[in-house]
């Protein structure tokens, strides 16, 4: 066969290459979307009896800021790792680190200023709830940034795994910062703060088994 002809035989078999817009555009699509997604969420699980006066404290609102902050940046990194050529910047892998570190600092400020111990901190029940709730808030927003980020060409597929798993715990513990009368800082930190950890360190496993392309 003829250099020509085989070339023309590939170019008939070749298909249309969509281009994915840049990352922040991804970022910021996605983003919206999210917020619709948990706020529908929260409405159909039902908001805390207390909405008006319990979401309008300081210590509420510092920590809605830090959860988001750790939602937002966890998703950029996660769009921009994406990409080969931000993969190796160690400013995207470790922004949403010190937005965790923030947001445990905030924590152990407050539990100075207002704990006050009591059984309830320490109770199950009510904690398994926080984390199922977690899960069931971020899962949708969480599996759509799975597929976004499976869709470019990541490399450091366990970092970006974690980015994916931390910006879906997050955005599932903003929202039950809604939905959650326990405003104490031991069971924040128990029951919100310690599980969106831990759902984060799963998806170094989780990006290895899914984000391969």
């Excluded at 070339?7 to 994915?20: E, F, K, S």
């Amino acid at each position: 066969m003829m250099t020509d002809e085989l070339i023309r035989q590939i170019a008939r078999g070749v298909t249309p290459v969509r281009i994915l817009p840049s990352p922040p555009r991804r970022f910021l699509s996605w983003f919206g979307a999210a917020m619709l997604c948990v706020a529908t969420g929260v409405v159909l699980m039902g908001l805390r009896p207390d909405v008006l006066r319990g979401t309008t404290t300081l210590q509420f609102a510092l920590n809605c800021v830090a959860i988001l902050l750790i939602a937002a940046l966890s998703a950029f990194a996660a769009f921009k790792m994406s990409v080969p050529d931000t993969a190796r910047s160690v400013l995207v892998r470790i922004a949403p680190l010190w937005a965790v570190f923030i947001w445990l600092v905030l924590l152990a400020t407050q539990g100075r200023l207002v704990f006050t111990p009591g059984p309830h901190h320490y109770s199950a029940g009510p904690g398994l709830r926080c984390i199922r709730d977690i899960l069931v808030l971020g899962a949708i927003p969480g599996a759509f940034l799975f597929f976004l980020v499976r869709r470019a060409a990541p490399v450091a597929l366990g970092w970006s795994g974690l980015l994916v798993m931390l910006s879906l715990a997050s955005i599932g513990a903003l929202g039950l910062q809604f939905t959650c009368t326990n405003d104490d800082p031991l069971h924040l930190f128990a029951w919100h703060f310690l599980p969106v950890l831990l759902v984060a360190v799963s998806g170094v496993v989780l990006g290895r088994r899914l984000l391969r392309w």
